[in-house]
Protein backbone atom coordinates (compact mmCIF):
# COMPACT_ATOMS: atom_id res chain seq x y z
CA UNK A 1 0.00 0.00 0.00
CA UNK A 2 0.96 3.80 -0.28
CA UNK A 3 0.89 6.57 2.40
CA UNK A 4 -0.71 9.65 0.62
CA UNK A 5 -0.38 13.04 2.13
CA UNK A 6 -2.68 15.77 0.71
CA UNK A 7 -2.03 19.61 1.91
CA UNK A 8 -4.08 21.80 2.89
CA UNK A 9 -6.54 19.33 4.23
CA UNK A 10 -9.83 22.20 3.53
CA UNK A 11 -9.91 25.79 3.14
CA UNK A 12 -12.04 28.58 1.94
CA UNK A 13 -11.26 30.24 -0.53
CA UNK A 14 -12.55 33.86 -2.60
CA UNK A 15 -14.08 33.75 -6.13
CA UNK A 16 -11.51 35.05 -8.65
CA UNK A 17 -8.13 33.37 -6.40
CA UNK A 18 -6.65 30.12 -7.07
CA UNK A 19 -5.41 27.86 -5.12
CA UNK A 20 -2.57 24.67 -4.76
CA UNK A 21 -2.84 21.62 -3.57
CA UNK A 22 0.18 19.72 -2.82
CA UNK A 23 0.70 15.55 -2.90
CA UNK A 24 2.93 13.47 -1.43
CA UNK A 25 3.20 9.75 -1.91
CA UNK A 26 5.81 7.71 0.39
CA UNK A 27 7.08 5.68 -2.28
CA UNK A 28 7.99 6.29 -6.07
CA UNK A 29 5.11 6.11 -8.62
CA UNK A 30 4.47 6.99 -12.06
CA UNK A 31 1.13 7.96 -12.32
CA UNK A 32 -0.38 9.44 -10.14
CA UNK A 33 -4.09 10.89 -10.49
CA UNK A 34 -6.37 13.48 -9.56
CA UNK A 35 -9.86 13.39 -8.76
CA UNK A 36 -12.69 15.71 -7.51
CA UNK A 37 -15.69 14.63 -5.74
CA UNK A 38 -18.27 17.89 -5.87
CA UNK A 39 -21.21 17.83 -3.47
CA UNK A 40 -23.52 14.69 -3.70
CA UNK A 41 -21.67 13.33 -6.93
CA UNK A 42 -19.05 10.42 -7.79
CA UNK A 43 -15.55 10.81 -7.51
CA UNK A 44 -14.43 12.24 -11.53
CA UNK A 45 -10.89 11.79 -12.72
CA UNK A 46 -9.60 15.58 -13.65
CA UNK A 47 -6.11 13.95 -15.02
CA UNK A 48 -2.89 11.94 -14.84
CA UNK A 49 0.08 13.43 -13.92
CA UNK A 50 3.61 11.32 -15.40
CA UNK A 51 6.86 12.30 -14.26
CA UNK A 52 8.83 14.17 -16.77
CA UNK A 53 5.71 15.18 -18.61
CA UNK A 54 2.87 16.92 -19.44
CA UNK A 55 -0.42 16.07 -17.85
CA UNK A 56 -3.28 14.21 -19.96
CA UNK A 57 -6.41 15.92 -18.96
CA UNK A 58 -9.75 14.00 -18.91
CA UNK A 59 -12.95 15.17 -20.94
CA UNK A 60 -14.43 18.74 -19.42
CA UNK A 61 -11.26 19.48 -17.77
CA UNK A 62 -8.51 21.76 -18.86
CA UNK A 63 -4.87 22.56 -18.35
CA UNK A 64 -5.62 26.64 -17.89
CA UNK A 65 -8.15 25.49 -14.71
CA UNK A 66 -6.11 22.85 -13.31
CA UNK A 67 -2.39 23.25 -14.18
CA UNK A 68 -0.87 20.17 -12.72
CA UNK A 69 2.98 19.74 -11.77
CA UNK A 70 4.89 16.47 -11.33
CA UNK A 71 8.33 17.31 -10.81
CA UNK A 72 9.46 13.97 -9.12
CA UNK A 73 8.16 10.66 -8.55
CA UNK A 74 6.69 11.13 -5.14
CA UNK A 75 5.09 14.89 -5.60
CA UNK A 76 2.67 16.27 -7.57
CA UNK A 77 0.73 19.28 -7.47
CA UNK A 78 -2.90 20.50 -8.86
CA UNK A 79 -3.67 24.23 -9.11
CA UNK A 80 -7.51 25.07 -8.98
CA UNK A 81 -7.62 28.83 -10.90
CA UNK A 82 -9.80 31.38 -10.72
CA UNK A 83 -11.91 29.82 -8.92
CA UNK A 84 -15.82 29.91 -8.97
CA UNK A 85 -18.63 28.83 -6.09
CA UNK A 86 -18.73 26.08 -8.82
CA UNK A 87 -15.39 24.77 -7.51
CA UNK A 88 -16.06 24.05 -4.03
CA UNK A 89 -15.45 20.02 -4.24
CA UNK A 90 -13.37 17.56 -2.62
CA UNK A 91 -9.84 17.13 -4.71
CA UNK A 92 -8.28 13.52 -3.88
CA UNK A 93 -4.94 12.45 -4.85
CA UNK A 94 -4.38 9.01 -6.01
CA UNK A 95 -1.96 6.09 -7.24
CA UNK A 96 -2.61 2.97 -8.45
CA UNK A 97 -1.90 -0.09 -6.67
CA UNK A 98 -0.16 -1.94 -8.92
CA UNK A 99 -1.57 -4.55 -12.37
CA UNK A 100 -2.02 -6.83 -9.48
CA UNK A 101 -4.47 -5.28 -7.62
CA UNK A 102 -6.10 -2.86 -10.02
CA UNK A 103 -6.99 -0.41 -7.10
CA UNK A 104 -6.50 2.99 -6.79
CA UNK A 105 -4.81 4.59 -3.33
CA UNK A 106 -6.03 8.08 -2.38
CA UNK A 107 -4.78 10.82 -0.04
CA UNK A 108 -7.06 12.04 2.60
CA UNK A 109 -8.77 14.75 0.48
CA UNK A 110 -8.20 18.45 0.18
CA UNK A 111 -11.69 19.97 1.00
CA UNK A 112 -11.99 23.55 -0.85
CA UNK A 113 -15.28 26.02 -0.56
CA UNK A 114 -15.07 28.92 -2.53
CA UNK A 115 -17.28 32.04 -1.24
CA UNK B 1 -23.48 10.02 -18.53
CA UNK B 2 -23.27 8.06 -15.55
CA UNK B 3 -22.00 4.62 -16.67
CA UNK B 4 -21.80 3.31 -12.41
CA UNK B 5 -24.86 4.02 -10.85
CA UNK B 6 -25.76 3.41 -7.15
CA UNK B 7 -29.44 4.40 -7.22
CA UNK B 8 -29.70 3.78 -3.11
CA UNK B 9 -28.06 7.30 -1.71
CA UNK B 10 -28.80 5.79 2.10
CA UNK B 11 -28.93 2.72 3.71
CA UNK B 12 -30.04 1.64 7.53
CA UNK B 13 -29.38 -1.42 8.97
CA UNK B 14 -29.70 -2.81 12.35
CA UNK B 15 -26.36 -4.36 13.97
CA UNK B 16 -25.81 -7.78 13.16
CA UNK B 17 -27.75 -8.23 10.45
CA UNK B 18 -27.27 -7.75 6.93
CA UNK B 19 -26.12 -5.01 4.76
CA UNK B 20 -26.90 -5.05 1.16
CA UNK B 21 -25.50 -2.18 -1.31
CA UNK B 22 -25.97 -2.25 -4.96
CA UNK B 23 -24.61 -1.26 -8.09
CA UNK B 24 -25.55 -1.06 -11.64
CA UNK B 25 -23.70 -0.30 -14.92
CA UNK B 26 -24.03 0.20 -18.34
CA UNK B 27 -20.55 -0.24 -20.24
CA UNK B 28 -19.98 -3.52 -21.08
CA UNK B 29 -16.21 -3.52 -21.51
CA UNK B 30 -16.03 -2.69 -17.89
CA UNK B 31 -13.66 -6.26 -16.71
CA UNK B 32 -12.95 -5.15 -13.36
CA UNK B 33 -14.94 -3.43 -10.45
CA UNK B 34 -14.39 -2.38 -6.76
CA UNK B 35 -16.16 -1.02 -4.09
CA UNK B 36 -14.82 1.68 -1.77
CA UNK B 37 -15.82 2.85 1.80
CA UNK B 38 -15.00 6.37 3.05
CA UNK B 39 -15.58 8.01 6.38
CA UNK B 40 -15.93 11.89 6.38
CA UNK B 41 -12.72 13.80 6.36
CA UNK B 42 -10.92 11.03 4.74
CA UNK B 43 -10.43 9.59 1.11
CA UNK B 44 -11.62 6.48 0.05
CA UNK B 45 -10.12 3.10 1.12
CA UNK B 46 -10.02 0.13 -0.89
CA UNK B 47 -12.73 -2.70 -0.09
CA UNK B 48 -12.65 -5.49 -1.97
CA UNK B 49 -13.25 -6.10 -5.13
CA UNK B 50 -13.84 -8.64 -8.30
CA UNK B 51 -12.91 -9.75 -11.88
CA UNK B 52 -15.25 -10.28 -14.69
CA UNK B 53 -14.14 -13.72 -14.84
CA UNK B 54 -15.88 -14.90 -11.31
CA UNK B 55 -19.43 -14.12 -9.85
CA UNK B 56 -18.05 -14.20 -6.19
CA UNK B 57 -15.38 -13.07 -3.58
CA UNK B 58 -15.55 -13.21 -0.39
CA UNK B 59 -13.18 -11.57 2.39
CA UNK B 60 -14.17 -11.81 5.88
CA UNK B 61 -17.47 -10.58 6.45
CA UNK B 62 -17.41 -8.81 2.80
CA UNK B 63 -18.88 -10.52 -0.32
CA UNK B 64 -19.45 -8.96 -3.55
CA UNK B 65 -21.75 -10.47 -6.06
CA UNK B 66 -21.06 -9.67 -10.03
CA UNK B 67 -24.37 -10.49 -12.27
CA UNK B 68 -22.82 -9.88 -15.62
CA UNK B 69 -25.95 -10.17 -17.72
CA UNK B 70 -28.00 -8.15 -15.51
CA UNK B 71 -25.13 -5.48 -15.61
CA UNK B 72 -25.10 -5.61 -11.57
CA UNK B 73 -23.00 -6.08 -8.51
CA UNK B 74 -23.73 -5.96 -4.74
CA UNK B 75 -21.50 -5.92 -2.07
CA UNK B 76 -23.05 -7.80 1.23
CA UNK B 77 -21.69 -7.39 4.95
CA UNK B 78 -22.45 -9.78 7.15
CA UNK B 79 -22.89 -9.02 10.30
CA UNK B 80 -23.25 -5.71 10.13
CA UNK B 81 -21.56 -3.58 12.92
CA UNK B 82 -21.50 0.14 13.76
CA UNK B 83 -18.19 0.82 12.11
CA UNK B 84 -19.28 -0.29 8.93
CA UNK B 85 -21.44 3.23 9.18
CA UNK B 86 -20.00 5.02 5.80
CA UNK B 87 -20.16 5.87 2.57
CA UNK B 88 -19.69 3.01 0.28
CA UNK B 89 -18.72 3.80 -3.41
CA UNK B 90 -18.84 1.37 -6.03
CA UNK B 91 -16.29 1.88 -9.18
CA UNK B 92 -15.54 -0.03 -12.12
CA UNK B 93 -12.91 -0.53 -15.00
CA UNK B 94 -12.29 -1.23 -18.71
CA UNK B 95 -9.19 -3.79 -19.93
CA UNK B 96 -8.23 -3.42 -16.05
CA UNK B 97 -7.58 -0.30 -16.90
CA UNK B 98 -6.15 2.72 -14.06
CA UNK B 99 -9.16 4.89 -15.22
CA UNK B 100 -12.03 3.88 -12.85
CA UNK B 101 -15.72 5.22 -12.87
CA UNK B 102 -17.35 5.92 -9.89
CA UNK B 103 -20.57 5.37 -8.90
CA UNK B 104 -22.15 8.46 -6.14
CA UNK B 105 -21.75 6.29 -2.85
CA UNK B 106 -24.34 4.97 -0.58
CA UNK B 107 -24.20 6.20 2.90
CA UNK B 108 -24.84 3.23 4.84
CA UNK B 109 -25.73 3.56 8.74
CA UNK B 110 -25.58 0.70 11.15
CA UNK B 111 -27.56 1.39 14.19
CA UNK B 112 -26.62 -0.19 17.89
Known amino acids: SAVISQKPSRDICQRGTSLTIQCQVD?????MFWYRQQPGQSLTLIAT?????????ESGFVIDKFPISRPNLTFSTLTVSNMSPEDSSIYLCSVWGGANTGELFFGEGSRLTVL | DQQVKQNSPSLSVQEGRISILNCDYT??????FLWYKKYPAEGPTFLIS?????DKNEDGRFTVFLNKSAKHLSLHIVPSQPGDSAVYFCAASANSGYALNFGKGTSLLVTP
Open chain 1, 27 to 31: SQVTM
Open chain 1, 49 to 57: ANQGSEATY
Open chain 2, 27 to 32: NSMFDY
Open chain 2, 50 to 54: ISSIK
